[in-house]
């Protein structure tokens, strides 16, 4: 069995690992939690190894090829590169990312000549791996002459509308809305191989925000006040004696054309190094779909690891994140079951056990779902969570009911991941799992500990969990109301025995 050999690097100040307490003021039950902490207590190691910047995208912006599509969800690279470098993957072997985003697990692995394989439910996510993943195969003289093209001609204007969502309406400046649209035509028409035609596309995908009056914050996307939506409600407000509210200001919005041009020379410079630099790296599938249904259909013990970050229990809802992506790709009504599909993470998340009792029911699995449920509703720190949140409820400290829902449903749904990557691992395989601890209204949630606990209850051994040195705080009404409270982002590690 392998052994992990990550250096240990202390952290400049070490910080207490575990906590007191988990409900504030001792309002509800936490002897479970309490138990969780002393049964993995042992486990939890802060090391400086990882940082903020590499368990984030932050560490991508500059990486070649990471960098050509932002993803603020994503974690870099280079924590990929350690964490399979520590797990001792070889050439041969091939690595599993069931919650895959940008692709940073797929194609670190590639270039490693590492095969990969990830899940993916949304599609602007796809586009920007595909478009990465090629890096090997682009005809670089094609995209030159594109290039040339871009810097000199202007693309016919067309009558099309931005197929927009009512929720990303008046997002572009009106000269810019009417350019991307001209351009998204013009990349469809012309005579470039499929290739080309793929890497402007997700170019100009990856330009979206840049180009439009908003920007991607966690929960939404933020809006500048010279947006016509802006304009109009403030216009409504004013007109009823309240105050205006305050947009961003995002500065020079810059032409298509040029934010185009832009990034263009940045991934055509990666290009031609990447290119010169080395071979086609390993094989790599991206599967289009919701990881709660592909997971049980692919093959027992297929891979020798797992490192992936499933979205946090934080309430961010990537479909409202990434709208503008999503409508410029055309997705309408669609975005609706997208939403309802994603991992419960936000408070609009419906249950979704009765279908998914019904899908392994459809391929004779039921015992298997019923093994799972049991897992899950056994658990007794997630017992203890569950109802601690309800009495916070009925004390009115928590306004959205959406948020109990979350919480069961999220754990729930990831007992069943869990379980699916324990039957896909061969053995001996390591898990990594990246993840934020939580709190809401006062009870803190110890995503990291009941993770582990969970996977421990399908068949992992609890392995490790890396603590990082910079704690996460809390928002300022969390704070307000509870005091503060750092809270773990950790790296929990698991091994198929
Ligand atoms: C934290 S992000 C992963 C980012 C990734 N590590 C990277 O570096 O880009 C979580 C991802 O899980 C995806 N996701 C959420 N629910 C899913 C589901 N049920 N099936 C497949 N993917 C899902 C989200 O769309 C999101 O891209």
Redesign the pocket.
């Known amino acids: 069995m392998q052994q992990l050999t990550l250096p240990f690097i202390p952290p400049a100040a070490t910080q207490k690992l575990t906590q007191d307490s988990f409900s504030h003021n001792g309002v509800c039950r936490e002897q479970a939690r309490l138990e969780l902490e002393q049964r993995y207590g042992h486990l939890l190691q802060e090391t400086a190894v990882f940082n903020r910047q590499i368990v984030s995208?932050q560490a991508n912006k500059t990486e070649t090829l990471h960098s050509w599509i932002k993803?603020r969800?994503?974690?870099s690279a280079q924590l990929v590169a350690l964490l399979l470098q520590e797990f001792g993957i070889q050439p041969d072997e091939t690595v599993l990312?069931?919650?895959?985003?940008?692709?940073?697990?797929l194609l670190t692995a590639q270039m490693l000549g590492i095969d990969a394989v990830g899940?993916?439910?949304?599609p602007h996510?796809y586009l920007a791996w595909e478009a990465k993943t090629a890096v090997f195969a682009y005809d670089l003289a094609e995209l030159t002459a594109m290039r040339q093209r871009i810097q000199t001609e202007q693309p016919p204007p067309v009558n099309e509308p931005f197929p927009h969502l009512t929720i990303t309406e008046s997002a572009f400046p009106p000269e810019n809305e009417r350019a991307l649209m001209a351009y998204t035509c013009w990349f469809e028409q012309m005579d470039v191989s499929p290739l080309t035609r793929q890497l402007c596309r997700a170019t100009l995908m990856s330009i979206l925000e840049e180009v439009s009056y908003t920007r991607k914050d966690g929960q939404y996307l933020r809006w500048d006040g010279r947006a016509a939506k802006i304009i109009q409600r403030n216009q409504t407000r004013l007109s009823q004696g309240k105050k205006p509210v305050k947009g961003i200001h995002k500065g020079k919005i810059p032409a298509v054309q040029d934010a185009f041009l832009q990034k263009f020379n940045q991934i055509l410079r990666d290009i031609a190094r990447l290119q010169a630099e080395n071979g086609a790296g390993g094989r790599q599938e991206l599967i289009a779909?919701?990881?709660?249904y592909t997971l049980p259909t692919l093959a027992d013990g297929r891979f020798q690891a797992v490192i992936?970050?499933?979205?946090y229990a934080n309430r961010y809802d990537?479909t409202r994140t990434y709208a503008l992506e999503l409508a410029w790709l055309g997705i309408n009504e669609d975005i609706f079951r997208l939403r309802q599909?994603?991992?419960s993470c936000t408070v609009e998340n419906k249950p979704k056990l009765e279908k998914l009792r019904r899908f392994y029911r459809s391929i004779g699995r039921e015992d298997a779902f019923e093994r799972v449920t049991a897992v899950w509703q056994e658990n007794a720190a997630l017992r203890e969570i569950n109802e601690a949140l309800q009495t916070r409820q009925q004390l009115g400290q928590i306004n959205n009911k959406g948020i109990l829902t979350m919480i069961r449903q999220y754990f729930a749904e990831m007992t069943f991941v869990f379980a699916g990557l324990y039957r896909v691992c061969d053995s001996g395989a390591y898990v990594a799992v990246i993840n934020d601890n939580v709190r809401y209204a006062g009870e803190v949630i110890p995503v990291d500990l009941l993770s582990t606990n969970l996977a421990e209850a399908v068949g992992f051994r609890p392995v490790k969990i890396y603590v990082l040195p910079q704690r996460k705080g809390n928002s300022s009404q969390q704070m307000g109301r509870y005091g503060r409270r750092a809270l773990r982002k950790s790296i929990t590690i698991w091994q198929k025995p």
Not at 289 to 292: H, I, K, R
């Open positions: 995208f993803y969800e994503g974690f990312d069931p919650f895959a985003g940008s692709g940073t697990t899940i993916e439910l949304l996510c779909g919701n990881t709660l992936t970050s499933p979205p990537y599909d994603m991992l």
